[in-house]
């Protein structure tokens, strides 16, 4: 199948400091990138959803200036943290999805992000 | 909007017994139903699909799962599990002309020897 590569794996940092994540589909062009949160032992809430080359669409109550998102090409989409604090502590997962038609989305192995 | 059910939040099984997770979804239009499994500290595996034609539909490590649309339902089935299914399991929704896929909020199976 498809794979997905997200990297870091595990990343610990400063409070105050920026955090970015990448999402890279290795072996087929994104046209669709997906971000998600998930909090321990809870579901996947998505965080935003971006189309190659154009801005990302942020689910409600996520803050697009904190959740900066690029998909600058078919294969890699970014995740900045900015200004990370501890309550942004959590696991972060991509996924990646060819078009709509092809209805299936690929997940990243996921981040797991500690603020101090 | 659509939503998903998950009835069971964790479902404990002893080894090679057999095993269903409960999945039921709401939604006003045709959706195609997932299910995905997730390891710990991983990210999720597509275990099988539902896009269209036969309601039964067979997945990886021996998984299926029934769609049933009267019921709105598209519950997870394995005749006979082993330890390394223990797992967390993620039932999704994504209605036809959609581009969200929408999540249960999973089901721990635990599987005891």
């Known amino acids: 199948g498809a794979v997905v590569s997200q990297h870091p794996s595990w990343v610990i940092c400063k409070s105050g400091t920026s955090v970015k994540i990448e999402c890279r589909s290795l072996?087929?062009?994104?046209?669709?990138m997906f971000w998600y949160r998930q909090f321990p032992k809870q579901s996947l809430m998505l965080m935003a959803t971006?189309?190659?080359?154009?801005?990302?669409?942020?689910e409600q109550g996520v803050e697009k200036d904190k959740f900066l998102i690029n998909h600058a090409s078919l294969t890699l989409s970014t995740l900045t943290v900015t200004s990370a604090h501890p309550e942004d502590s959590s696991f972060y997962i991509c996924?990646?999805?060819?078009?709509?038609?092809?209805?299936?989305?690929?997940f990243g192995a996921g981040t797991r992000l500690s603020v101090l | 909007a659509q939503s998903v059910t998950q009835l069971d939040s964790q479902v404990p099984v002893f080894e090679e017994a057999p095993v269903e997770l409960r999945c039921n979804y709401s939604?006003?239009?045709?959706?195609?139903l997932f299910w995905y499994v997730q390891y710990p500290n991983q990210g999720l595996q597509l275990l099988l699909k539902?896009?269209?034609?036969?309601?039964l539909v067979k997945g990886i490590n021996g998984f299926e799962a029934e769609f049933n649309k009267s019921q709105t339902s598209f519950h997870l089935r394995k005749p006979s599990v082993h330890i390394s299914d223990t797992a967390e399991y993620f039932c999704?929704?994504?209605?036809?002309?959609?581009?969200?896929?929408?999540f249960g909020q999973g089901t721990r199976l635990t599987i005891n020897p």
């Open positions: 996924s990646a999805r060819v078009t709509v038609a092809k209805n299936i989305q690929y």
């Open positions: 072996d087929f062009q994104a046209t669709t």
């Open positions: 971006s189309n190659e080359g154009s801005k990302a669409t942020y």
């Open positions: 939604s006003s239009v045709s959706v195609y």
């Open positions: 539902y896009l269209s034609g036969s309601t």
């Open positions: 999704a929704v994504r209605e036809q002309g959609a581009q969200k896929l929408v």
